[in-house]
């Protein structure tokens, strides 16, 4: 690719973008806040700093939704910020973008436009499956025969795909990941201690306190607004609380993987029994996660080192590698209507 070239990886919670022309990566908040509907307050994780907290002529959201792009506009002008960040500049260059395997091809083209029609010029746009980024992010040879388990647990969604040859083989997407489990924790604090609690206080608890096979006792303080006499209140949440609340998510994660362990061929299982599973993506910090895993299925649990950084890492050795090259692909539709 030429020398003006970006690896992306667009997820719902964080935006990752990696700049071969200075080597620099950044990962933020994938997050903006719109002043007035239409003036760029903030972006990135100085936006995120205003989650929750913002006054009704600020709006701050996310633009992805469960993996795939809700919010076109926003969205858009997320990107040229982020890129504009990056290089100081909106030029333009080549640019390889991570898509999750199991979505539509109108979903994947989603990605492929977002950069075609913004007002960075790009000279060619490419998009690569997420599992494969992640694999090679890992430092796994993706091209060879043995087949490969990766296990993405995102914000929103968990990717379960199983690699060979270059490709993917099996794959399966689900709406659970670290936002579901926040989700699960505000509404038991709420029912067990009459709390009311923000998603951000709940991620914190997540992280405090989540542990995957409850093989200890813990404590973390939370703020938030008492139900019965509205004022704000603190409460002492106990970890014991915390997996009640998040079992039933990660045993939906656990059957998924059986799903795909079931369906897979029996000379790819022998690959993945040999080297184990890859747990990628921010949820893979989850105490005991990969001992839960270890339990369900027998097998061992490849654990990286910063796991949601995987994909990124992996787009920006294809994107610098001529080697790589070829797990690049132009979107279905696209090649259709040109």
């Known amino acids: 690719m030429a020398q003006h070239s970006y690896g992306i990886d667009i997820g719902t919670s964080n935006f990752k973008l990696f700049s071969v022309t200075n080597k620099k990566m950044i990962n933020e908040k994938n997050i903006i806040a719109i002043k007035n509907k239409s003036e760029i307050y903030s972006f990135g994780d100085p936006a995120f ?91 796994l040879d993706v091209e060879s025969p043995k087949g490969k388990l990766i296990i993405d647990i995102g914000a929103d969604t968990t990717e379960i795909s199983v690699i060979s040859l270059g490709g993917i083989v099996l794959s399966k997407i689900i709406k659970t990941g670290g936002n579901k489990l926040d989700d699960t924790i505000c509404n038991i604090v709420r029912k067990q201690h009459n709390l009311i609690i923000g998603s951000r206080t709940a991620e914190q608890l997540k992280i405090n306190l989540a542990d995957a096979t409850n093989s200890g006792e813990a404590v973390h303080v939370a703020y938030g607004r008492n139900i019965v006499t509205g004022l704000p209140a603190m409460r002492d949440i106990s970890s014991e609380l915390i997996y009640q609340a998040i079992q039933e998510c990660l045993r939906s994660i656990m059957d998924s993987i059986k799903v795909i362990l079931e369906r897979t061929p029996p000379e790819l299982s022998a690959d993945i029994i040999e080297a184990g ?55 279905r539709e696209k090649q259709y209507n040109d």
């Open 49 to 139: 700093e205003m989650y929750e907290k913002a006054p009704s002529n600020i709006d701050v959201s996310f633009p992805v939704k469960f993996g795939v792009i809700a919010d076109i506009k926003n969205m858009g002008t997320l990107f040229e910020c982020f890129v504009q960040k990056v290089n100081g500049q909106n030029n333009g260059g080549d640019f390889c973008i991570a898509v999750p395997t199991d979505v539509t091809e109108v979903e994947k083209r989603a990605f492929y436009d977002l950069i075609a029609e913004s007002r960075i010029k790009s000279k060619r746009i490419n998009v690569v499956e997420k599992p494969i980024a992640d694999a090679v992010g890992v430092g």
């Open 277 to 331: 599973a890859y747990l990628t993506g921010g949820s893979a910090l989850i105490k005991n996660l990969d001992a839960l895993i270890t339990q369900e299925t027998g097998l061992k649990v490849n654990i990286c080192d910063a796991p949601a950084e995987s994909a990124i890492r992996g787009l920006a050795q294809i994107v610098s590698n001529d080697k790589l090259q070829g797990l690049m692909y132009v979107p």
